[in-house]
């Protein structure tokens, strides 16, 4: 790959990162060397080191928006509809979204040991968090909020192993759960 020199610092560091996030999904983290990452994005080991200070800093910054940033966006475009509506939107969306980047999904869940060592918080409690917050402003009931989560979590991760692309087919699943957790 040759070296465009007409990037600004934002579209090499991305560059970057889209090249670590396709290595490390075709090798796993630890397997990953920083050269591997550095010819995949076209650019010498030097060059990477001036945008990231390490392996782990570029896996961290790679995963972020898969972990947080798009159902943080849900959660923000849903925040004014009613329970239901605000439900049915999250679920629909990480189904969707879990469908398309199935890759690095279970990239993420390979490495969840490893992600707990590096960043010394478990990604998994971050991400609960979130859907419980979600949950609290639905209304749920906190008797049935755990039960909720877990229905949430799993329903959401089935799609990873087993994944849906027929919209009508995914409307019609969330529409059932939705269904179970509001009685």
């Known amino acids: 790959m040759e070296i465009d020199k007409r990037m600004n610092k934002e579209e090499r560091r991305q560059q970057i ?3 670590a ?8 983290f630890s397997s990953s060397t920083t050269i591997e990452i550095a010819k995949a ?3 010498s080991e030097v060059t990477l080191f001036r945008y990231f200070k390490s392996k782990k800093d570029i896996f961290l910054e790679g995963i972020e ?5 798009s159902l943080k966006k849900a959660l923000d475009i849903s925040k004014n509809y009613s329970m239901k509506e605000k439900l049915e939107y999250v679920l629909t969306e990480r189904i969707s979204y879990i469908s398309q980047h199935r890759e690095v999904i279970k990239l993420i869940l390979k490495e969840a040991a490893l992600l707990k060592e590096l960043d010394n918080e478990s990604f998994i409690e971050k991400i ?9 402003q639905t209304g749920i009931s906190l008797d049935n909020e755990d039960f909720a989560l877990r229905l949430l979590m799993g329903s ?11 919209e009508a087919s995914i409307k019609e699943y969330v529409s059932n759960v ?6």
Do not use: H
């Not at 928006?65 to 940033?69: A, K, Y």
């Not at 609960?128 to 609290?136: D, E, R, T």
């Open 17 to 19: 990162l889209d090249a």
């Open 21 to 28: 996030m396709n290595v490390f999904k075709e090798k796993g």
């Open 41 to 43: 994005a076209g650019i």
């Open 65 to 69: 928006p898969f972990l947080f940033g």
């Open 128 to 136: 609960l968090q979130l859907i419980k917050n979600m949950l609290s």
């Open 156 to 166: 959401i991760l089935s799609f990873l192993y087993m994944p849906e692309v027929d």
């Open 178 to 183: 939705t269904s179970i957790i509001l009685i």
